[in-house]
């Protein structure tokens, strides 16, 4: 890896990193106090309105009407969308700088003829992402715990537990951005890129809810990342989901693996 490379990246990502992890810091903190301390009033409403009991059992992975109880609420301020959408927003950010965003910028003819090799250029890059990465899943966490500990009336989860949903939201991030780095390696524009990543990732976010009541899309939800990250599950069981977290790690290490490759064989013109 090249010192100055990474650097380099540092100073490029640190305002999004910073902005990215005081938001979600912010919002879990506040998700982590609300959600439990008003349980019961959310329950009783809740069981009700069948449309919010199918949108929870999406997100929470299980049946709400019948799953819907204190580990619900301390599970769902780390699937609620807006946390999805921030921990995304951060992969998409940061790992489609590169190529795409040097290509667009028209800095890629500096950047790559520097006397180190693409993979070298890439492994930089991607050392100062999963720094990155690790500084927003501490802020999400001392978010959490912060909010979690205001709440007075709700019971509070284990830590241990809390810290194995923290890793399977890593993994989830990593794959994230495994798929955001092989987007961008067959990109030329940085906009295009984040546009057709996401598009992908709601995708996933989409055939994840359809597969509540759609039995086509429940057999083709392994295809889904949020198949693989179920809090509630790990909350309410204390298990740690080995085989979710490493289908995510597989397929972050797989997705980065075909962008080095597309990266390094691939012709770059700026002009």
């Known amino acids: 890896m090249n010192r100055g490379l990474m650097l380099k990246a540092v100073v490029e990502i ?10 979600l810091c912010g919002v879990e903190a506040i998700l982590a106090y609300v959600l439990p301390t008003f349980q019961a009033q959310f329950s009783e409403n809740l069981r009700q309105i069948r449309f919010l009991q199918t949108f929870f059992s999406a997100m929470l ?43 667009e910028q028209g800095t890629a003819d500096v950047t790559f003829t520097l006397p180190v090799t693409r993979w070298e250029i890439l492994r930089s890059e991607t050392a100062v992402w999963l720094a990155a990465s690790l500084t927003v899943m501490a802020m999400i966490l001392l978010g959490n715990t ?33 798929l955001s780095w092989l987007v961008s ?30 039995e086509f899309a429940k057999r083709i939800a392994f295809l889904g990342l949020l198949d693989y990250y179920r809090p509630l599950v790990i909350l309410r069981d204390g298990i740690m989901p080995w ?17 080095g490759v597309v990266f390094t064989r691939r012709d770059v013109c700026t002009t």
């Open 185 to 214: 390696a067959l990109s030329n524009r940085r906009g295009v890129a984040i546009t057709v990543a996401f598009v992908l990732l709601l995708a996933s976010f989409l055939l994840n809810y359809l597969a509540q009541f759609w």
């Open 14 to 23: 640190r305002t999004s990193t910073l902005l990215c992890g005081g938001l």
């Open 61 to 103: 992975g299980v049946d709400a009407s019948e799953q819907f109880g204190p580990e619900a609420f301390m599970a769902f301020p780390w699937v609620h969308p807006v946390v999805l959408a921030l921990v995304w927003a951060h992969a998409l950010v940061c790992c489609t700088r590169l190529p795409a965003g040097e290509i």
């Open 146 to 178: 912060v909010g979690g500990s205001y709440a007075v009336a709700a019971e509070h989860a284990e830590g241990a537990r809390t810290l194995i949903v923290l890793a399977n939201l890593w993994c989830l991030h990593l794959a994230v951005g495994g």
């Open 243 to 259: 085989r979710d977290m490493a289908i995510l790690l597989m397929a972050a290490i797989l997705l980065w693996t075909a962008a």
